[in-house]
């Protein structure tokens, strides 16, 4: 895919854009450059554009080499275009003990490419991330925003199936743990009611 | 001001001063810490990552970074402890690793080696990395990112001393990797070559590509220095030149008051065109028989129109023809044009050959293109045509303004000073109506119609009389005329001028009152002011607008029409005008002249003289048919230059002094081949007031001769019997007729290189700024003169219906007639470009790259379109500089009545695409 030329915030996430700069003191604009990279990156359909990072600069009234060095510095930014379906495969060790090479071979079993690489659908990109921070749940896949818990290879399989066909189940554990419980249930404090699940939404 | 820190420094007291670091105590007291990262230059900030400057201190954990460290009282700070060595020996093995081996370094005297060297280190234990590909994209910079370090260096050169803003760290940890823009090949980024990277780098890794050959090997080391003055613009950069075997293979920036060692793409790497082998290296005389008007001469080879004289011969003949035409038709039928690229003791020389030899003030030169009115209405309004304080003065402004003037491409090492000063909060107003580089760091840009700027600025006159802000006690005291001004700029409210300038009534008020409500607020003009038949008025605006207001004469205030040409100053200065004696004395006051003639021993002409485009209209008229030009190129710069070409065809007997065969040699009868800069002594003035000292640095090729000497070769045969022989001589002499040089001798200058004018003794630095209390008019007073709205003499119509305007590039000098023979700023901008709003190209259904006709009233040439958003719609912008292209074949030769400056910045234009059949043919 070539860069594109131009980039301009939808009128919506100019409105956000701007909020974000507002929370800064006069004269600090550069400080929301983090999230308005983040806004062009979703809207740009996951990845940065170098014209993306112009447009974010020359709102900020930043030197263009600047936000590229924000850019490039933060691995949550993707500088070049990533699949529909953005699968961040944790590889940290707690994920490896408990089974992330299988996640991973599953991934690259099931779409046919490795890490780093984008199916020639556009649906999924596939990368190797540190710790995602969900050590008692892991391993962990995070598609998009979303974190896949408890996974092995054939529940791996399964949710790249599922994210196929366009229905992607709830995040997070695949084998219904609810929080980071025990996997065989509360061992403790029984007695305490279990909150209703529409609550927890 | 805090008090002095004291503390102890291996073991001895002493003394910090304010904000002063340890290495900088150290360094004081002749200790020596290795360094990297840090750059003890002006503008540098310390940045303590490279670690090769720790040192230990007493009761602390952990070692301290001595260039970013302060002291505190009573510390105790051990800077050859063992641990301390021990440890920045670590740093340089470790960074030693990863660097090419010393036998194929890219700079084996680095400043790295030189460490290493000092630290007994040739060798590391670590293991070696996978070392990147270089990155040999720009004709001026090699990158060799294999030795280079993160120090950072290049990214604080680019973005904290240059504000240019185009080097940076990409990636993080092992990944981090030193970029141009978003990792770009440097020869395809947005990087404009200043080369300050390159000379901070202290590791080889960005070298002057004319130091390394094509396998990154150092090469072509040079074998001597010689310290200069830059020949290109009038920021006037002390510079040093790398010679070897008696040709300049680098350039490095010296810590002139004008530069702090900056220089620009020019500066720094367009002096090749000194060895071009276009040189002029014989004296030429024209054929017999041969007709001049023919501008397609190669200059490499000039022998189809001329041959080859002895110096004998073609001085005997150029004094021939000139002394002929004056002992017959009288002194007026005589002409010469200087030239402000020239030394001041060649300007005063040839002012003095033309108003003694040839018996008349017909000199002049091109300070008559570029601040002609501007001089004009400093003369009239505070006495004075210089600026009244330098453009350092920015940086001590709170308020600055920036109106018709481009510095970051035509002075680009004061725009460093301007960017900097936006950067540290300082209020940036850019009015222009072209948009430019400099807008990014301007708190405001008023791009307004072009040629309205009166308009503009009498409403910003209009609202600081009428709201009362402007300074009462002040206009009281130092000014005269201000009932005048406030009656006339009642016609002026910003709701009326809004509708002609283009700029909102509320901005218009907004810049007004920021600008009158300063503490300290600033001025700099340039050719988008001057060069309009309203140029006069433009700059009578910016005077008042600082008289009233009291922005003047106080630090970080004044007016500042920036120079163009490196001693535009000076040449003026020294009389290189045709109605001014040497320090602007008036050649029509009696008493002047009496005293110039006593010192000159000559009856001298009692009237003013003609300008430079008043003398091409004479010689139309047949009343001026004998010329001598030097160092200047009429033949491209003049405005409707056909008609300036068709002069020089006409004249008798016409003589250029010039280094290489420009479109006006080709015009000549006898070419005398001169010196270039570098070849020559002498001293330049540049737009701060500051006199500086250039210095030969190489040998005259072939058969050139000094320009100095050229001039008094003629002068001899033509009746003066001079024997100046050297500079310092005629430099002398300058001083007797000239009080602006007091206190400054041609010793003070070899020694100072540089002393700042008006100065009081030759012991006393110079006044920076000037004017604190009144002005050098008769009433001493500063004169506010209204002006009213005079539309350009051209405007738009149907059948031509842009507005063209002219201007420079940053690589490219004038009318090119150097810096197109210099190959990094050819290879840079190699050819002529008309350019558009990328809107105006869709509509004429042109792409960037294909050929447009661009067509006025007095001529039409073709050329490439390039697409620039700087550019408004209905607009087109050529730059002057190339011959293939001429774009003053094209400017309106209309007059601005007060200073003689033409219209270059506004014409009616036609633009039509031309069809790629028409082109290949």
């Not at chain 2, 160092?631 to 003049?638: L, V």
């Not at chain 2, 400054?744 to 200058?749: A, C, D, G, V, Y």
């Not at chain 2, 003053?888 to 695409?913: H, M, S, W």
Request: proline share 7%; glycine share 8%; aromatic share 6%.
């Amino acid at each position: 895919m070539s860069e594109p030329e131009n980039f301009a915030f939808t009128p919506e996430n100019l409105e956000r854009a701007k909020a974000r700069i507002a929370k800064y003191p006069a004269g600090r604009q550069a400080s929301a450059v983090l999230a308005l990279l983040d806004l062009a990156q979703r809207q740009n359909g996951g990845w940065l554009s170098r014209a993306a990072m112009d447009y974010v600069a020359h709102m900020l009234g930043m030197a263009p080499i600047r936000v590229y060095e924000a850019g490039t510095f933060y691995t949550m930014f993707h500088l070049r275009p990533v699949g529909r379906h953005l699968l961040q495969a944790c590889t940290t060790t707690p994920c490896w003990l408990r089974g992330s090479s299988d996640v991973v071979a599953a991934c690259e079993r099931k779409l046919g490419i490795g890490l780093g690489e984008t199916t020639a659908d556009g649906l999924f990109t596939l990368i190797e991330v540190e710790c995602l921070g969900a050590c008692v749940n892991a391993p962990i896949l995070q598609v998009n925003d979303d974190y896949y818990e408890d996974l092995d290879g054939p529940a791996t399989e399964a949710l790249i199936d599922a994210l196929k066909k366009g229905e992607p189940p709830p995040p997070g554990s695949v084998i219904g743990r609810r929080g980071s419980e025990p996997v065989g249930g509360a061992t403790t404090l029984h007695e305490v009611a279990a909150p209703a699940t529409g609550e927890e939404a | 001001m805090t008090d002095p820190i004291r503390f102890f420094l291996d073991g001895a007291e002493v003394e910090a001063r304010p904000g002063e670091t340890i290495w900088q105590v150290a360094n004081r007291q002749g200790i020596e810490i290795p360094h990297l990262c840090w750059l003890p230059k002006p503008g540098y900030r310390a940045d303590g990552n490279c670690r090769a400057c720790m040192v230990e201190i007493e009761g602390e954990r952990v070692l301290a970074a001595s260039c970013i460290r302060k002291p505190s009282a009573g510390m105790r700070v051990k800077t050859a402890s063992e641990r301390a060595r021990f440890s920045r020996q670590m740093v340089f093995e470790l960074l030693l690793a990863d660097q090419p081996r010393r036998d194929a370094a890219h700079d084996p005297g680095s400043r790295f080696w030189q460490w290493a060297d000092r630290l007994d280190l040739s060798e590391s234990r670590f293991p070696r990395h996978g070392a990147p590909a270089p990155d040999r994209s720009h004709p001026a910079i090699a990158v060799h990112l294999d030795a280079c370090i993160e120090c950072t260096l290049c990214v604080r050169a680019c973005r904290e001393v240059q504000v240019n803003d185009v080097i940076g760290m990409k990636g993080r940890g092992y990944h981090e990797k030193i970029v141009f823009d978003f990792d770009d090949p440097m020869g395809r980024s947005t990087c404009v070559a200043c080369g300050e990277c390159v000379q901070a780098c202290p590791t080889g890794a960005l070298m002057p590509a004319s130091l390394v050959d094509v396998n990154g090997l150092y090469a072509h080391a040079p074998d001597r220095e010689v310290d200069s003055v830059c020949p290109y613009c009038g920021v006037g950069c002390q510079l040093t030149y790398k010679i070897r075997e008696d040709r300049i293979v680098a350039v490095a920036g010296r810590e002139g008051p004008s530069n702090q060692g900056r220089l620009c793409v020019k500066g720094r790497y367009g002096f090749d065109y000194v060895h071009h082998p276009d040189r002029l290296t014989e004296p030429l005389i024209r054929k017999e028989g041969v007709a001049k008007g023919n501008v397609a001469i190669d200059p490499g080879n000039p022998y189809t129109h001329f041959r080859k004289a002895s110096w004998e011969e073609a001085l005997d003949a150029a004094a021939a023809g000139l002394k002929r035409i004056r002992d017959a038709k009288g002194p007026k039928a005589l002409a010469g044009f200087g030239s402000a690229k020239g030394s001041n003791e060649e300007a005063y020389l040839f002012q003095k050959l033309v108003r003694t030899g040839f018996g008349s003030n017909n000199v002049d030169h091109c300070t008559r293109l570029c601040h002609a009115s501007s001089v004009a209405a400093l003369m009239e309004g505070i006495g004075s045509g210089a600026v009244t304080a330098p453009f350092t003065a920015a940086m001590e402004a709170e308020v600055i303004i920036v109106i018709g003037a481009r510095p970051t491409q035509n002075h680009p090492v004061a725009a460093t000073f301007f960017k900097e000063a936006a950067k540290q909060g300082k209020t940036l107003i850019v009015m222009d109506p072209r948009g430019q580089a400099l807008a990014r760091h301007a708190t405001l840009m008023l791009r307004f119609k072009p040629g309205r700027d009166v308009a503009l600025l009498n409403a910003l006159l209009y609202t600081i009389i009428k709201e009362g802000l402007f300074d009462k006690q002040y206009v009281a005291a130092h000014t005269q005329d201000f009932e005048k001004l406030a009656e006339h700029i009642r016609d002026y409210p910003p709701e009326k001028m809004a509708a002609i300038c283009g700029i909102d009534a509320e901005t218009l008020r907004h810049v007004a009152r920021t600008y009158a409500r300063a503490r300290a607020a600033i001025i700099f003009w340039g050719m988008g002011i001057s060069q309009h038949v309203h140029g006069t008025d433009n700059a009578r605006c910016l005077i008042a607008l600082a008289l009233i207001t009291g922005q003047i004469g106080r630090r970080g205030t004044g007016l500042h029409p920036l120079r163009g040409q490196n001693n535009v100053q000076g040449a003026s200065d020294a009389g290189l005008i045709p109605m001014l004696y040497p320090d602007y004395q008036s050649v029509e006051d009696p008493g002047v002249r009496q005293k110039f003639e006593a010192l000159w021993g000559k009856s001298l002409d009692p009237k003013r003289g003609l300008t430079v485009v008043e003398i091409m209209d004479a010689v139309h008229r047949g009343e001026i048919t004998g010329m001598v030009i030097m160092g200047e190129n009429p033949a491209m710069s003049d405005p409707d230059v056909a008609h300036a070409r068709a002069a020089l065809a006409q004249l008798e007997h016409l003589v250029v002094q010039d280094i290489f065969l420009t479109e006006t040699a080709k015009y000549a009868d006898v070419v005398l081949p001169a010196s270039a800069w570098p070849e020559k002594d002498g001293t330049v003035s540049n737009t701060n007031r500051q006199v500086q000292m250039g210095r030969a640095a190489l040998p005259l090729p072939g058969n050139a001769r000094q320009d100095l000497w050229i001039i008094e070769e003629i002068a001899r045969r033509i009746g003066l019997p001079w024997s100046y022989g050297h500079p310092r001589a005629v430099f002398a002499e300058m001083k007797e007729a000239m009080p602006s040089l007091n206190g400054i001798t041609w010793e003070r200058l070899l020694r100072e290189s540089s002393v700042t004018y008006p100065c009081d003794s030759e012991t006393s630095a110079g006044h920076e700024i000037v004017f604190a209390d009144g002005f050098p008019t008769p009433s001493g007073r500063g004169r506010l003169v209204p002006a009213a709205i005079v539309p350009p003499a051209e405007e738009p119509d149907g059948e031509y219906p842009f507005v063209l305007t002219t201007g420079r590039q940053l690589e490219h000098w004038h009318t090119g007639a150097i810096t197109r023979r210099a190959q990094v700023l050819d290879e840079i901008e190699p050819e002529a470009t008309a350019s558009f709003a990328p809107s105006e190209l869709r509509r004429l259904g042109v792409a960037a790259g294909e050929r447009v006709r661009v067509s006025t009233r007095r001529g039409a040439i073709e050329l490439k379109a390039r697409a620039d958003s700087g550019v408004a719609p209905g607009m087109v912008f050529i730059p002057f500089c190339y011959a293939e292209a001429a774009a003053n074949l094209l400017t309106n030769p209309q007059l601005d009545p007060f200073g003689k400056i033409p219209e270059y910045k506004y014409c009616a234009a036609r633009v039509e695409p031309v069809a790629a059949k028409a082109a290949a043919e």
